[in-house]
């Protein structure tokens, strides 16, 4: 049972190790379960990829403490370590002694996946005690619990001072164009790797998307706002647009990984955020690849989104969306507010072109 005298015996554990973009979607899906079967929510965080520090919890590390999420009680600091979560569990593996769960293969973790996607669409409940959502869970909720999650998860104040500092120089009477490459740096990029299998072709498509961009209307100057994995990537398209902006961070060496790396510490992490919470920010945001979740945010709140279409990579996608939410008048905390119509409808408008990829 746990330690300590909670009311609640009955749990869903969101662990996760990855990028922000996967824990943060992933933890939205385990909320939803949570909140739907009036469990207590867990953030577990150790062992993340940005620190060095394996039995840190990283949730308390990003992000300033929660107490509920929407009515759902919720545990996220290193109390994790002094827990013992009660049996029976589901997925069944983690019934087994503790010892025989710290190795679990690839195939163990995309059939837990699959478990958890059919009870969470099932819309039933488990006898379980303590839910254990180990695997990556996009698409297994809903945008409003996305939503829900965006809005009740805040940066640390350091993290969100940042974010101000650099929205108040550089966003402020602008329409911001916000550009997110995810290259994968070396790393195995699994479902991003189509988009990137010619590398050329796929460096003229975020340049032709960065034109169609700016060619579209806008109610103010426009800046364009680069974040990218990759430092090569970023001399390529600063050498076509020099005017572009970016954050200052550190990169690791070509074909050496991802940002998201212990090697570079929890800085790594602070830099992510900065990004992931800027993007957010833009008018339009262009995602190379769209299945990064690390933009998942940012094309849940901005206006305007463009995308590419992986079965023709020639066919631009423009989603406009003008009521998936905007700023609180006078709040740069990142916070937003969705009119009635807008959580669930879909786009306003959806259309696509066929772009021209010519040489530069």
């Known amino acids: 049972m746990l330690a300590g005298n909670s009311t609640n015996d009955r749990f869903v554990v969101s662990r996760r190790r990855t990028g922000f973009g996967d824990c943060l979607w992933s933890l939205a899906a385990a909320w939803r379960y949570a909140r739907r079967t009036g469990r207590t929510l867990a953030i577990d965080w150790r062992g993340s990829c940005y620190l060095d520090q394996p039995f840190t919890n990283a949730f308390p590390v990003f992000f300033e403490p929660v107490q509920e999420i929407a009515g759902v009680p919720v545990i996220c600091d290193d109390r994790i370590n002094q827990l013992a979560f009660p049996g029976p569990f589901f997925p069944q593996w983690w019934n087994k002694p503790p010892i025989e769960c710290v190795y679990r293969p690839d195939e163990q973790i995309f059939r837990e996946r699959d478990e958890l996607d059919k009870l969470f669409q099932s819309e ?22 996305e939503r829900q999650i965006f809005r009740s998860v805040k940066p640390r104040s350091e993290v969100q001072t940042r974010i101000d500092a650099i929205y108040r120089e550089h966003f402020e009477g602008r329409s911001i164009i916000g550009v997110h490459v995810r290259h994968g740096n070396g790393e195995d990029i699994m479902g991003h790797a189509p988009y990137w299998a010619d590398p050329t072709l796929a460096l003229r498509q975020v340049c032709a998307a960065i034109d169609k961009a700016k060619a579209m209307p806008h109610p103010r100057p426009v800046r364009v706002f680069v974040c990218t994995d990759s430092e090569l990537v970023l ?25 998201h790396s212990a090697t570079l510490g929890a800085d790594g992490g602070f830099s992510a955020l900065i990004e992931m919470y800027l993007l957010a920010r833009c008018e339009t945001v262009v995602r190379f690849p769209p299945t990064s979740a690390f933009t998942r945010y940012a094309s849940l709140f901005v206006p305007r989104v463009i995308e590419f279409d992986l079965n023709d990579p020639s066919r631009l996608i423009v989603i406009e969306e003008p009521a998936a939410g905007v700023p609180i008048d006078g709040d740069h905390s990142c916070a937003f507010v969705s009119s009635a119509a807008s959580a669930s409808v879909a786009p306003a408008i959806l259309h696509c072109e066929n772009l021209s990829l010519h040489n530069r």
Do not use: Y
């Open 124 to 145: 039933e409940d488990t006898d379980a005690n303590t839910v254990v959502c180990d695997a990556c869970l996009m698409w297994r909720c809903d945008s409003d619990a």
């Open 235 to 259: 001399e390529k398209i600063t050498g076509i647009f020099p005017d572009v902006f970016t954050t200052p961070k550190r990169f690791q060496a070509p074909h050496a990984g991802p940002l």
